[in-house]
C-alpha cells in the first residue's frame, strides 16, 4: 500500500496498483447510487481518494461502454448532418410541396375537419381545399387533379414532395401519379425539415385561420382569405415579390389602389416588356433563393457536424433516436410518460447510405411498421464496450438485427389482446406481450398463444392462472353487491373490484341483472 501526498490539499491519497482494482472503483463511483456520473464527475470522485495513471480514460471507456449511459441520457454532442441543397425547380408548376392540416372543428354540413395544402416550389403559391381527416389516398389524388391540374389549368406536376404521411404513401396514390410521369419523393421518418416548405406555409396559414371567438368553425369562412395573402405578401426568398407576382408578373389591386390619381398612372406593357420583366423576375428569384439558403444554411449547420459515409460505413452499428418511434410496449401503454423513456434505441446495423445525409437501418421485427430509413442527425456512433473494462452486465447486447437467428429466453408475460384474424391452424384468438430476458424495454413483442405454449409453458400456465384468480375475485364482489340495497355501499364495492384488477382498462363488467339494480339505486 502506497500513500501519495496531495500538493494541493493536505490529504494523502491511495496508489491503486492492481488493475482489477482499478476497474471495481470505477465501477462503483459510475454506478454509485445509480446515478452513472459522467466521465469527468467520475473521475473527480476517485481522484478524491485514490490515484493511478489515466483515471479520466478508464471513466471514459466506461462510460462509452455503458448500456445504460447510451440509451438513456441526452446526446452530449451536435447532431450529424449539414443542410443540403434541394433541386431547384426550375418553373412554376412543375414541383409542388404537399402536407394535410388536420384536427380542426368540424366545419359546415359537409363537416370538413381539414386542409389539403399545396405549395409551389418555385414560385411560393399555396393552394389549400378543404377535405376531412379520414381522406383516403385515392381521394387526396383526385382533389389535386380536379383543383390543381384542371381547374386552374396548371397542368401535370413533374414532383410532389411530401412527408411519410400513410396517405401519401400509398401505392394507390403513388400509382396514380407515377402513370402520368410525376415522380413522388417522400421525406425520412419523423423528420419534418425534409418538407419543411410545406411545414412553413402551415404554420403562416394556422396564424391567419385563428380566432377569438367562442365558435372556432369560422376558421372555413377565412380559408379563401388566407389563400389570397399568403400569395400576394412580399417573400424575402423572392427579392420581396409575391407569388402572384413571380408568376404573372403583375401586383395584384386592391380596392385602395382603384382610385382615379392610381389608375391614370398605370401603364400597359407591351409584349417585349412583359417578357424582359419576366426574365428579370426569374433571374432575380433565382438569386434571391441562393442567399438565402446559403444565409439559412449557416445558421443550420452552427448546430450540426458534417458526418461522411466513410466514417460509418454499411455494417457498422449506430444508437437510434427513440423520438416518435412506436414499439409494442407503447401500444400497449405500458410506458405512458414518454419523459421517462430511453432516448436510444438499439444498436443497429447500418444496410446502407440512401443520400449523404440518410441511412437505412436494419431493425428488428417490433419495429417493422417504422420506415427505415432515416436522417442522419437522428443516429449516433455505436462504440463497442472495451470487455477488459466494462462488465458483462453493464455492456451492450448487439444481437438485435433481422438477420441474425438467436433463441430468446421469454421471462415475462406484460399482458394479452384479442387477434381479429388468427391463423386456422390455431384457434386461439388472443396475443400474449412478452419481455425477454437481458433485453431492452423497445425488445418486447407480441407471441401468439400456440408460440407461447411451446417455447414458455409455465409461463403461460401461471399468468392465465391469474387471469382466472382475478376473474374469480371479481365475481365474488358482485355477489358481494347483491346483498346490499345502500348506493354508497356500492359505490365503495365498486371502488374495491377495481383494486383488485389493477390491470384492467375501462369499467368493470356486471351482469344485466346486476347493471339494472344498480341503474335503479343511482336513479
Known amino acids: 500500500m502506497f500513500l501519495k501526498a496531495d500538493s494541493q490539499c493536505d490529504s494523502?491519497?491511495?496508489v491503486v496498483a492492481r488493475r482489477s482494482s482499478q476497474l471495481e472503483?470505477?465501477?462503483f463511483y459510475h454506478t454509485h447510487h445509480l446515478q452513472h456520473f459522467s466521465p469527468a464527475d467520475c473521475a473527480k470522485r476517485i481522484k478524491r481518494h485514490y490515484v493511478w495513471d489515466k483515471v479520466t480514460d478508464d471513466c471514459m471507456k466506461f462510460r462509452d461502454g455503458c448500456a445504460h449511459c447510451n440509451r438513456l441520457k441526452h446526446r452530449p454532442a451536435k447532431p450529424y448532418g449539414n443542410l443540403q441543397r434541394m433541386p431547384r425547380a426550375l418553373e412554376p408548376g412543375v414541383s409542388y410541396a404537399m402536407d394535410f392540416i388536420t384536427d380542426l372543428p368540424p366545419a359546415t354540413a359537409m363537416r370538413w375537419d381539414a386542409v389539403l395544402l399545396l405549395k409551389?416550389?418555385?414560385s411560393g403559391r399555396v393552394f389549400m381545399y378543404p377535405t376531412r381527416k379520414s381522406c383516403t389516398a385515392r381521394q387526396a389524388a383526385q382533389i389535386i387533379y380536379k383543383n390543381v391540374i384542371l381547374d386552374h389549368s396548371r397542368g401535370q406536376p413533374l414532383e410532389l414532395r411530401s412527408d411519410r404521411d400513410s396517405r401519401f404513401t400509398k401505392a394507390v396514390f403513388k400509382e396514380l401519379f407515377t402513370l402520368s410521369g410525376t415522380r413522388c419523393h417522400f421525406g425520412t421518418s419523423a423528420r419534418s425539415i425534409s418538407n419543411g416548405a410545406a411545414e412553413r406555409v402551415i404554420q403562416a396559414a394556422e396564424v391567419m385561420l385563428r380566432s377569438n371567438k367562442l365558435n372556432q368553425t369560422g376558421w372555413f369562412s377565412r380559408l379563401p382569405y388566407a389563400?389570397?395573402?399568403?400569395?400576394?405578401?412580399?417573400?424575402?426568398a423572392l427579392g420581396g415579390l409575391s407569388a402572384v407576382e413571380v408568376e404573372t408578373v403583375r401586383i395584384p389591386s386592391t380596392p385602395m389602389e382603384l382610385t382615379p390619381e392610381i389608375l391614370k398612372h398605370r401603364k400597359v406593357h407591351g409584349l417585349h416588356e412583359h417578357f424582359a420583366r419576366l426574365d428579370e423576375i426569374r433571374q432575380t428569384v433565382d438569386d434571391c433563393k441562393r442567399v438565402a439558403f446559403d444565409?439559412?444554411?449557416h445558421q443550420y449547420n452552427k448546430h450540426h457536424q458534417p458526418v461522411m459515409p466513410s466514417e460509418i460505413p454499411p455494417g457498422q452499428r449506430v444508437w437510434l433516436m427513440a423520438q416518435h418511434l412506436k414499439t409494442p410496449a407503447l401500444h400497449a401503454k405500458l410506458m405512458p410518460a414518454d419523459k421517462l423513456r430511453a432516448k436510444f434505441y438499439g444498436p443497429y446495423k447500418v444496410k446502407r447510405w440512401?443520400?449523404?445525409?440518410?441511412?437505412?437501418?436494419?431493425?428488428?421485427?417490433?419495429l417493422s411498421k417504422a420506415h427505415p430509413v432515416f436522417h442522419v442527425s437522428r443516429i449516433r456512433k455505436y462504440r463497442a464496450a472495451d470487455a477488459a473494462v466494462v462488465p458483462a452486465q453493464f455492456a451492450t447486447i448487439t444481437n438485435k438485427d433481422v438477420e441474425d437467428d438467436h433463441h430468446y429466453e421469454i421471462s415475462h408475460i406484460r399482458g394479452h389482446r384479442k387477434v381479429a384474424n388468427p391463423p386456422r391452424e390455431h384457434s386461439d384468438l388472443r396475443e400474449f406481450l412478452v419481455e425477454y430476458k437481458d433485453y431492452d424495454q423497445e425488445d418486447v413483442s407480441w407471441v401468439s398463444h400456440h408460440e407461447l405454449a411451446t417455447s414458455a409453458p409455465e409461463l403461460l400456465r401461471r399468468y392465465l392462472a391469474t387471469l382466472t384468480a382475478r376473474r374469480a375475485d371479481e365475481v365474488s364482489d358482485e355477489q358481494w353487491l347483491l346483498h346490499h340495497s345502500d348506493f354508497d355501499y356500492m359505490a365503495n364495492a365498486v371502488t374495491h373490484c377495481r383494486l383488485l384488477s389493477p390491470g384492467r382498462t375501462g369499467s368493470l363488467y356486471f351482469e344485466p341483472s346486476l347493471r339494472a339494480k344498480l341503474q335503479n339505486l343511482a336513479a
Open 12 to 14: 494523502r491519497r491511495l
Open 25 to 27: 472503483l470505477v465501477q
Open 120 to 122: 409551389d416550389l418555385y
Open 227 to 236: 389563400v389570397y395573402c399568403l400569395n400576394t405578401r412580399p417573400q424575402s
Open 295 to 297: 444565409l439559412m444554411a
Open 354 to 366: 440512401v443520400s449523404p445525409v440518410t441511412v437505412e437501418l436494419a431493425l428488428p421485427q417490433n
